[in-house]
Each structure stands twice: as structure tokens, then as C-alpha cells.
């Protein structure tokens, strides 16, 4: 499947909007066209600066969603008119609510205690008919043996369509690539950061308005100062130099090449810097 791509800090971030993400998406499963969706904003884009292996883990997925604002005036200035937010918590509700009428199933992995399992039960009842086919609360480290042999078991019994995956950037997105092989019957992961504990209300969303002005992150950062302290009031300037001096030619980000990507319209002129 080929979908086009803009380039925002050489990650390649999917021309989509939520219509096009789900059609993606269904098409993906009843073709059995395995992969996983990186929802991507500033935070992960920032992070793939300093980490090769997290920039080709993000352009590798089958869909690096524009999650944040930035995202998409990036896409925008590039021509790319078509581009619009693709924020987590409104991707699953998107998936959710029209899987019901198609009979696709779905995981939630991740959250702390007892959160997959009030995930299922607030979407089943937003959605009646939804499949929820399994849940787990992982360990706060990486699985033992054991523990991923319980998971397999779980996954090979269940066979879920949609495993979600509600860890954090960039554990998700690792978690997702080193186990999309070994999770064979799951057919496409999505790593939705914390839409668990936004849709559960275990964490307050931010208003709308907020939200399509791309001031989400100080709405957040008043939540929770110290833990999204560096992120926020570290990433965002750095973010917004590296912006800059791509856009203005001054600097080239070139990325990966991809299965998944089709040649984009992105900044490929030599570095000036």
C-alpha cells in the first residue's frame, strides 16, 4: 500500500485525514496487510532527532498519522491541502465506531491496572456490538519470556484485527516494531499514546478549540509540569528552529526510504548549514 508522505524532519508523516486513515486502515485488514500505526506529533518527531533506530521505526509504519497541529502546517506548506489532524484518542474512536458494522475485533494493550478492561467497557457502551476480543495491563519494563509467551497465546487465541497500544513515545512505537513478528495473528497495531486514560476520563482532554489551535501542549503541561516539563519546554523551540531552517532550504531532512512511502514533495536540497 502506498500512501504519500510529507517530510517533517526527515520522518515521513502520511497525507491523510480520518476518513483516509480508517479506509487505509479496513483495507489493510481485510487484505491481511500487516503493520502498525505510529500516531506522531512533535514529541516523536523530536525524539527521532537524537534516536536512527526510532527514525526508522516511524518510517517504516504502515501510517505515521499527523497527531499534532504542527504536523499538518508542516504538510500544508509543503502543497499537501489534503492533510488534517489525526490525533489518537479521535483515530480510535474513528476505528471503533465504524468496526462495529464490518465484525473487526479488537485488543487493548497497555494502561495501568484495570484501564484496558474500563476501556472496553466505555467503548462497548459508546459503541454496542463493538468486539473486544482481549485486554492486558502490561508490566512497567519489558516483558519476560514467560510473559510474552502468554501473550502470544492470548493473541494466537484471540486473533484480534486492531491491537491497540496505549504505552508511551517511544516505547510504543519500539514495542510495536520488535513485536509485530512475533504477534502474528494481530493484524495492525496502533500505539495511541494516552488515548486510554484520555477516553476512560482517568485524564482531562483539552477543549477543541485548544486542540485545532495547537495548544493542546500547554493544556497538558498544566496537568502534569514536571513530568512534560523538558518535553514541552525543550522540544517545542528545538522543534520549531529545525522547522524553520527546513523550510527555509537552510537545512535538509531527508528520509529513510520506506516500503510503505510514495515519493513525496519533501525538502531535498543539500545543507546549508
Avoid at 508523516?13 to 483516509?20: A, M
Avoid at 490525533?87 to 473487526?104: K, Q, R, T, W
Wanted: with cysteine.
Amino acid at each position: 500500500m502506498k500512501v504519500e508522505k510529507c517530510n517533517v524532519l526527515g520522518v515521513g508523516i502520511s497525507v491523510i485525514d480520518q476518513t483516509r486513515a480508517r479506509e487505509i486502515l479496513f483495507d489493510a485488514v481485510r487484505s491481511v496487510e500487516r503493520g502498525y500505526v505510529a500516531v506522531t506529533g512533535v514529541h516523536g518527531v523530536s525524539e527521532a532527532q537524537r534516536d536512527a533506530e526510532l527514525m526508522r521505526i516511524l518510517n517504516d509504519a504502515l501510517l505515521c498519522t499527523p497527531d499534532g497541529m504542527p504536523m499538518v502546517w508542516m504538510g500544508r506548506l509543503q502543497g499537501h491541502a489534503s492533510i488534517a489532524r489525526v490525533y489518537g484518542p479521535d483515530l480510535m474512536l474513528n476505528i471503533c465506531e465504524h468496526s462495529v458494522a464490518a465484525g473487526f475485533t479488537h485488543f487493548f494493550y497497555g494502561g495501568s491496572a484495570g484501564v484496558p478492561e474500563q476501556l472496553a467497557d466505555t467503548l462497548g457502551g459508546r459503541f454496542p456490538g463493538l468486539r473486544v476480543v482481549g485486554t492486558l495491563s502490561p508490566p512497567f519494563r519489558p516483558l519476560t519470556p514467560d510473559e510474552l509467551a502468554a501473550l502470544q497465546e492470548q493473541v494466537r487465541q484471540t486473533q484480534p484485527d486492531f491491537f491497540w497500544v496505549g504505552l508511551s513515545t517511544p516505547k510504543q512505537e519500539r514495542f510495536m516494531s520488535a513485536h509485530l513478528p512475533l504477534l502474528r495473528e494481530a493484524k495492525v497495531m496502533l500505539g495511541v499514546g494516552a488515548a486510554f486514560d484520555l477516553l476512560t476520563g482517568r485524564v482531562r482532554q483539552a477543549p477543541r478549540w485548544m486542540q485545532r489551535s495547537g495548544l493542546e501542549w500547554l493544556f497538558r503541561f498544566t496537568q502534569e509540569p514536571r513530568r512534560l516539563a523538558e518535553r514541552y519546554m525543550v522540544n517545542n523551540p528545538l522543534f520549531i528552529g529545525r522547522a524553520a531552517a527546513q523550510l527555509l532550504r537552510l537545512r535538509s531532512y531527508r528520509m529513510p526510504h520506506s516500503s510503505q512511502a510514495a515519493p513525496a514533495s519533501a525538502d531535498t536540497h543539500e545543507d546549508l548549514t
